[in-house]
């Protein structure tokens, strides 16, 4: 059965000229989203790294087989104890259990390298972890402490793994194709050098070689501004102070050969005045100004 037309606009795409229901496409229905296959479960902490390896290096970490954890059946707390073939983890339904087999058969709950990986076939293994009070996002802890791991969404980390290396990507490719002197003001905008270790101006390929390095290393921030004509204006005015043609004193921004008016920045803004002044020579009570600073920078 078709969905009903949720608003007048709707229902004016789905009849004809002559007033008749037009023939729609079934909806296409959704995949249903895969089981995991396996869980992963990993620590969370501010551990050292390791200086020649660059890797994080992770404490030994083994959890006991035996803790009060959540039962959401009961809307108990209840003591779970994972042994090896047995088909309960509820230690109140382990009963008459032989002492020298519930001592062989502990379920061991160990990470290595900071993580422990179980097969979704080990449903028990994985409620007991995820309802340990030292899991984050466990929804009812027995104990107040502090949380020693999480579970991986394997999909959401690699779909945030492309999306970044997308972007660096994109960032990459405006940094090869922009003309110099839209480079320039872009590269000089993002905090980069215009001069070499000799104080010498950066040669073309010097420059583009470091803009690609920006593009590469902080894609978020190099997309964000590369099309933002206020970068372009905020270059204008930072010349303008730097070569003094521009003055701030008591709150007003002055013209320094004639000490002309040229506005009054608000309280908000006096910490940041080139942001100001940026945002106000892309509207008409900042045209002046900003033909002036062009003519200036030619």
């Known amino acids: ?25 079934p909806e296409e229905p959704k995949a249903p989203k895969k089981a995991p296959k396996e869980y992963i479960f990993q620590m969370v902490g501010n551990f050292p790294v390791d200086a020649e390896t660059k890797t994080i290096r992770y404490p030994q970490l083994s959890l006991s087989n035996s803790q009060m954890i959540w039962d959401e059946e009961t809307g108990k707390l209840r003591q779970a104890r994972l042994l090896r073939g047995f088909g309960s983890i ?11 087999y519930v001592k062989r058969n502990p379920v061991q709950l ?3 390298s900071g993580r422990m990986t179980v097969n979704a076939m080990n449903a028990d293994v994985v409620k007991f972890l995820m309802g340990c009070s030292d899991f984050e996002g466990c929804l009812k802890p027995a104990q107040n402490r502090k949380t020693r791991y999480r579970l991986l969404d394997t999909e959401a980390a690699e779909q945030k793994e492309f999306d970044r290396k997308k972007k660096q990507r994109d960032a990459i490719d405006l940094a090869w194709k922009a003309t110099m002197e839209d480079l320039t003001v872009h590269y000089a905008y993002l905090g ?35 099309s933002n004509p206020v ?23 002055l013209w320094a050969d004639t000490k002309a008016y040229i506005c009054q ?9 080139a942001d100001y002044l940026a945002e106000l020579m892309l509207t008409n009570d900042g045209k002046a100004l900003r033909g002036r600073l062009e003519s200036m920078d030619k």
């Open 265 to 273: 920045v608000p309280l908000s803004h006096q910490g940041k005045v």
């Open 231 to 253: 970068v372009k204006m905020h270059m204008l005015v930072k010349k303008a102070f730097e070569k003094t043609f521009i003055i701030y004193i008591d709150g007003q921004c």
């Open 90 to 100: 509820w230690q109140d339904e382990q009963k008459d259990l032989d002492v020298n």
């Open 1 to 25: 059965m078709a969905r009903p037309p949720a608003s007048l606009t709707d229902l004016d795409n789905i009849l004809s000229d002559k007033g008749e229901m037009k023939e729609q496409a």
């Open 192 to 226: 980069g050098n215009l001069l070499n270790g000799d104080g010498e101006v950066k040669s073309e390929a010097g420059l583009r070689n470091d803009y690609i390095k920006h593009a590469e290393e902080r894609p978020d921030l190099f997309l964000k501004t590369v």
């Open 110 to 112: 160990t990470f290595s």
